[in-house]
């Protein structure tokens, strides 16, 4: 049995292209993969809270019998995320580009996944596992552009998933998604069609294992003879509630 996890990180439900895009991915890979569970965490409608993280990362330098109540239980939570990345044979992050930078939920929530001591700078208990990359940005960035280089997400996200967790990588990206809403980009429309299309398309490819383009790494990562290298029930597929709980302290 395989599990495939899926992080969103998109503020909107409707109308969100990343999410529309990781549908896409995620049916291709479900599809090839009846077998396989999809464990979901929604960052962008149910956000880790913020504060969790000082929490966690202070608690580092606190020897455990005196951390504070906080402490211990952001560091709960922490080991909570860390869990569900571990289990994972294969993952999706579908993350917009927010003000010129990383989605601020899905940098919280890498923050505090990266206080877990498996995570710690140096381990790579994710290393070279099949992942995907879905981002939309609203703009265009690319070479000769008037904002080339103001994309500050992409790249980070890059560097921490591939260099850092040492993920096996494949990035799916869209462009001019804010095309239908803004009357001043009214002209790059079929553009902006075209390429939200290719995006589906690609998603569709690179999530089956075979075919021209697919990635076999998916079914390699995930156990060529589906035997279960996690338990899981047999041909079921779960999401996950979205929401961290950080369940409140009784007042004495
Ligand atoms: C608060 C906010 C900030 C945004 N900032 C940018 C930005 O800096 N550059 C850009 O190209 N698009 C920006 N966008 C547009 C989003 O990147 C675009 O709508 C993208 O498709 C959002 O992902 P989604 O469709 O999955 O929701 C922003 C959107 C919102 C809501």
Request: proline share 6%; no cysteine; aromatic share 6%.
């Amino acid at each position: 049995m395989s599990t495939l996890f899926r992080l969103d990180a998109s503020i909107r439900t409707g109308g969100s292209v990343t999410r529309a895009v990781a549908d896409t991915l995620e049916a291709a890979i479900v599809e090839d993969l009846p077998e396989a569970h999809v464990v979901r965490r929604d960052v962008g409608t149910f956000p880790v809270p913020a504060g969790l993280w000082g929490a966690a990362a202070l608690a580092g330098f606190v020897a455990a019998e005196e951390r504070s109540e906080e402490q211990v239980d952001a560091l709960r939570v922490a080991a909570e995320l860390a869990d569900e990345l571990v289990a994972a044979d294969a993952l999706v992050f579908a993350v917009p580009l927010y003000n010129y930078g990383v989605s601020q939920h899905f940098k919280t929530w890498f923050d505090l996944v990266s206080t877990d001591p498996r995570f710690t700078p140096g381990s790579t208990p994710l290393a070279g596992r099949p992942a995907f990359l879905v981002t939309a940005r609203g703009g265009a960035y690319g070479p000769g552009t008037p904002r080339e280089g103001w994309d500050h997400a992409t790249g980070w996200m890059r560097r921490v998933l591939e260099d850092l967790w040492g993920l096996d990588l494949d990035v799916i990206e869209t462009e001019l998604t804010l095309a239908e809403v803004n009357p001043a980009m009214a002209e790059l429309r079929d553009l902006a069609r075209r390429q939200l299309l290719e995006s589906h398309e690609k998603a569709e490819r690179i999530g089956r294992s075979d075919g021209p383009g697919g990635r076999r790494s998916v079914r390699q990562g995930i156990g060529d003879d589906g035997t279960a290298p996690r338990a899981a029930a047999p041909g079921r597929i779960v999401r996950v509630a979205a929401r961290v709980a950080v369940v409140p302290r009784a007042v004495a």
